[in-house]
């Protein structure tokens, strides 16, 4: 039986080359922080790429909904998104797109000046709308095989990477939509990693689109809140109030970023326990 996914021991050098066999490859520099793909950094004549090849069948699975959404929402939003492209390998999905360039806002947020924060948040707020508001329909996802609402997506993922001590909190409080929630696209895993800035503090890009699919407002809002310092939270919100012009529920808020606080915790555990971290 051949696996869906890849090992960590694979001849990845030939692969990539065999892909960008048209170009010059200068370099080839694994990237140790990939969780969920193995991650190559490469350099040619031309451009700067990142290959992902999927740790497991889930994530295997993840990529493929990845390439889908990302090229379903390619060019629907006023930023930057990513233009990823699927490749196979004895029929194994892995991922390639050329390097944006940017900093992500973890490595700025701390000691950025109220105006410049004021002006993210502005922008972040103005990406969730967006894409909050493009109109989903059957033609977005081909495989069928995968949560398409975040919440199905989640549970998947906790069942299959977290202990069950450490999910027992999903029992209780979980992304299940309500019959009064307003469904639409969510990216899923909005968090200051993916917003990439320009040397101008300006978003210049939004990447990483592994856990998008169907939810609500909050399950953006508050992970995007969640992951960045206080002084993002009330202007973030504000910014996305002044767009919808309606109140963000701060209960519903709240509630949603103590989920993806547990599920994170829950996650680095069980990373830890693999001695991937």
Known sequence: MVEQFFLINEDFNKI???????????????????????????E??????????????????????????????????????????????????FSVHKEIPGTPLAEKMDSMSNEDINKVSKQIAQFMYELHNISGDDKIFKINNIGLELNDFINELLEKHVSETDRNFWKVNNFEM?????????HGDLNSSNVLLDENNNVTAIIDFGFAGYGN??????????????????????????????????????????????IDQGYINYMKSIKQI
């Open 217 to 262: 407002k909050y399950f953006d809002i508050s992970r995007i809140i969640g992951r960045c310092p206080s002084s993002f939270a009330n202007s973030i919100s504000t910014e996305y109030e002044k767009l919808e012009n309606s109140e963000i529920n701060k209960n519903e808020l709240e509630k949603n970023i103590d989920i993806w606080n547990n």
């Open 44 to 93: 040619t004549n031309n451009d700067k790429y990142y290959f992902r090849f999927p740790r497991d069948e889930f994530w295997e699975r993840t990529i493929v909904k990845d390439h889908e959404f990302a090229q379903y929402i390619l060019g629907k939003t006023s930023f930057k998104t990513v233009d990823l492209k699927l490749y196979y390998d004895k029929g194994r999905p």
């Open 178 to 186: 309500k019959p009064q929630d307003s469904k639409c696209l969510v």
């Open 16 to 42: 990539i080359k065999n892909v960008l066999s048209n170009e010059n490859v200068k370099s080839i520099k694994p990237i140790t922080t990939g969780w969920t793909n193995i991650v190559y950094k490469v």
